[in-house]
């Protein structure tokens, strides 16, 4: 067993931390949230630049070739200024194309996202579909020598503004079947793709997807016809993974704020850290947090594993931890805040607000409780 | 970064499981199989198969009869006993006093005393808090006054000595000065309990166990030799008490196995004509209390591994104990749950209820101790909130 950092991700972190502070602190979000994009082309080109986006991708696509956990590392800082770049959505995308596509595919379709000159989106919601990313209406049916695709994916992430969509498509099987499902890669600007903008809560922005028709050719289709879930379920995997490095992030900021008010907030004459019924919301609030370090760790160590259950019910039990502690950092921390909490002046409803978005994104808690209790895992080993 | 573990302590935790196996005699394994309790003449049976085979202080250092196991194989030796079932070995002399006596003691006390805590020969038990005495220990009141001729005449009463009815011995909290300010008086005393004045009162816990007892001290005689470390300088050892191998006090192995033991629970219990364990609610229960070990089991992990680099424990080993206390509490509640109507049981003949169902009602009662002793978790609390977050008191 071994947690510590490498020099080289020790370094990484230092980096990250100084851009944060020096290019990214959390005023450039406020600034961002009229902006129709919501992030800024500069900040992105800039951390394509220093391989952020490509760090943890395999080498044979034009990626750094590191763990994810380099990744996780990175995802962590720029949550603690909600910095508002497309990470999550690039990266999940990016994981499908990987895990689906052919090298040639995946190089192709990574080069302008991984330098920071474009970025991408995984389209895999629809209305109906809640968090099973099997539950797929939208079709893919034959058309000529390629495919038409039809039907409406949501709260697509970035999906306003990705140059490159990776869109999941049923091209057989009914609502629900685990077979019959296909990723596609499709060109923001391709004739019949309807994007409507849509605003999330965290200042970040998203797309709704109209795929009226979307003509796409066989060598835009990622991996085998009808056996894409296993990529897809992979991708999600990794986004929840990243949801609760970046989360990791948000929730020592909301921790250290709210401790440095108990610090110096007085009331009744003295500072309001004094107080036996706070500290101990301060200590249950540490408690999480520490608890979600251990399981973002945990995570991103296993993303990768071979072992698909191993996987999932790691990433599930973290997911399920980030959900908890999430919840309860950002919402006593608000509580501790007192009134000043419950403005939009004030930062710390913005990292409720962010905190928020990742607990429901790629699975909330009950999804996550649910796959865990019933893996195959769950009843093995119990004894006679 | 890496989760696993080396080849060479996976070898090692097959060593520890066949070991376990093969000596463990068939009467105690029985009883572990269905969480007994265990009577102290089983425990010293273990502590001395342990001893033989140098396990019984693996955290103590070689020269004085500890062993060379590293951080990371105390810890499989400590998981593994614990996923059998293993008699839980009296701690008063092996983690508690044995570890300050060769951190403060003098070669004469180490001498004496050392070699007898290793072989069970002596059984040791606590004599620290008092009826007046709890989370606020330092307002101790039992003194103990020089008579002018080399002893000390110890005066008070002591509680929570658990065991003592089985012990030799008592390491004792006393007032040395009575005009010193609370900490400052006290000082840190071995006590022989055949002392004449010394009365053992055994009582029972909620969980119908004989593990409580006070002991009470009626001018009784200690020959000042028996003082460990300076004269008032006691606090000081009762605080480094606090420190030693904290990455053991998660008991993830103990919770591991008592949740296996709710999944066989659950299996067996029927509910709308189906195993509780396929009904989704109760599932669902466990697997929160699941996912919430897990988080202790990598907390206690990077504990472990700090440890191992020989660096002072950090942030994540401050919540192994709150967090392990609660959980284990909560595994029983959980058991109490599977078993419906059956929890209901006290102490039935065999036959009432499933035999590894017969101590589950004991247990749920004891283990409300789990947040209550070593410094209750409130107190645990007040601890991390001043040195680890920084928040001043006043």
């Not at chain 1, 939208?138 to 709260?155: F, L, N, P």
């Not at chain 1, 629900?176 to 890669?185: M, T, V």
């Not at chain 1, 607990?359 to 649910?370: M, Q, R, V």
């Not at chain 2, 293993?86 to 701690?91: I, V």
Request: proline share 4%; charged share 20%; glycine share 10%.
């Amino acid at each position: 067993m071994d947690f510590d950092l490498s020099d080289e991700q020790k370094q990484l972190v230092e980096t990250v931390q100084s851009f944060v502070k020096k290019q990214s602190p959390l005023s450039r979000l406020r600034a961002l949230r009229e902006d129709p994009t919501g992030w800024s082309r500069d900040a992105w080109r800039q951390m394509g630049e220093l391989g952020w986006i490509s760090i943890s991708l395999p080498e044979s696509v034009g990626g750094l070739g590191g763990s994810f956990i380099d990744a996780a590392l990175i995802l962590e800082q720029l949550g603690t200024t909600l910095v508002p770049e497309p990470m999550i959505p690039t990266l999940t995308a990016a994981a499908a194309i990987v895990r689906a596509g052919t090298e040639e595919q995946a190089t192709r379709l990574l080069a302008p996202a991984l330098a920071g000159e474009g970025s991408l989106a995984l389209a895999a919601a629809e209305a109906q579909s809640r968090f099973d990313v099997a539950d797929v209406a939208t079709k893919a049916e034959r058309a000529g020598s390629g495919y038409r695709i039809t039907g409406e994916k949501v709260w697509v992430l970035n999906g306003h503004a990705a140059d490159t969509i990776v869109v999941s498509a049923r091209t057989a099987g009914g609502p629900r079947d685990r077979e019959g499902i296909s990723l596609f890669a499709v060109d923001r600007n391709a004739p019949g793709l309807e994007v409507q903008p849509v605003k999330t809560m965290d200042s970040h922005h998203a797309g709704l997807l109209r795929f009226k028709g979307v003509e796409v050719g066989e060598e835009q289709r990622l991996g085998a016809e009808g056996g894409a879930l296993a990529a897809l379920e992979y991708a999600a995997d990794l986004g929840a993974a990243a949801a609760c490095a970046e989360g990791l992030g948000v929730i020592n900021t909301a921790l250290q704020m709210t401790v440095e008010y108990l610090k110096t907030r007085e009331q009744f004459g003295v500072k309001i850290g004094s107080f036996q019924a706070l500290q101990h919301r301060a200590v249950d609030m540490f408690i999480e947090a520490e608890l979600c370090r251990s399981m973002m760790i945990l995570a991103a160590l296993k993303v990768a594993d071979a072992d698909e259950e191993e996987r999932k019910t790691a990433i599930s039990a973290a997911k399920v931890q980030l959900a908890w502690g999430g919840r309860q950092v950002t919402q006593q921390a608000i509580q501790l805040h007192g009134g000043v909490g419950v403005t939009d002046e004030h930062d710390i409803a913005l990292y409720f607000k962010r905190m928020h978005v990742l607990n429901a994104l790629f699975g909330d808690e009950d999804t996550h409780l649910t796959r865990y209790a019933r893996s195959p895992l769950f009843t093995a080993n119990v004894g006679a | 970064m890496d989760l696993s573990f080396s080849p060479e302590h996976l070898a090692f935790r097959e060593e520890v499981r066949a070991f376990i196996a093969s000596a463990m005699p068939p009467s105690l394994m029985t009883k572990a199989a269905a969480d007994s309790h265990f009577e102290h003449d089983e425990v010293m049976e273990w502590h001395k198969i342990l001893h033989r085979k140098g396990w019984v202080a693996p955290h103590w250092p070689a020269e004085v009869g500890g062993s060379s196991l590293d951080v990371t194989s105390r810890f499989i030796l400590s998981e593994e006993l614990e996923l059998a079932g293993a008699p839980a070995l009296s701690p008063f002399g092996l983690v508690m006093v044995g570890p300050l006596i060769i951190q403060f003691g003098t070669p004469e006390q180490k001498k004496r005393f050392l070699p007898r805590i290793l072989s069970g020969e002596e059984v040791w038990c606590q004599g620290y808090s008092e009826p007046n005495a709890g989370s606020d220990l330092a307002s101790l009141k039992t003194r103990a006054e020089d008579d002018g001729k080399g002893n000390f005449v110890v005066t008070g009463q002591k509680t929570w000595t658990t065991y003592a009815q089985y012990a030799d011995w008592i390491f004792c909290l006393v007032r040395t000065d009575a005009s010193a300010k609370k900490q400052s008086g006290i000082s840190f005393l071995l006590i022989d309990l055949k002392t004449p004045g010394v009365t053992v009162k055994p009582f029972l816990t909620s969980g119908g166990t004989p593990a409580f007892s006070e002991t009470f001290f009626e001018g009784a005689v200690v020959p000042k030799e028996n003082l460990v470390g300076p004269l008032n300088g006691g606090w000081t050892l009762a605080k480094a008490l606090l420190g030693h191998e904290r990455t053991l006090i998660a008991a993830v192995g103990a919770s591991i196995r008592a949740i296996r033991k709710v999944k066989r629970i659950a299996a067996r219990t029927q509910k709308d004509g189906r195993p509780l364990l396929e009904d989704p609610l109760f599932r669902a229960k466990i697997a929160r209390l699941e996912i919430k070990l897990r988080g202790l089991q990598m907390a206690n992990y990077r504990a472990i591994a700090g440890a191992q680099l020989g660096r002072a424990p950090g942030p994540e080993s401050s919540i192994l104990k709150i967090r392990g206390s609660e959980i284990q509490q909560q595994c029983y509640e959980l058991a109490m749950e599977a078993m419906g109507l059956a929890s209901m049981s006290w102490f039935n003949e065999p036959g009432v209820v499933h035999p590894e169902e017969q101590w589950v009602p004991s247990l749920f009662n004891y283990l409300r101790a789990t947040t209550i002793y070593g410094g209750t978790n409130e107190i645990q609390k007040n601890i991390i909130a001043k040195l680890i977050l920084g928040i001043p008191d006043r």
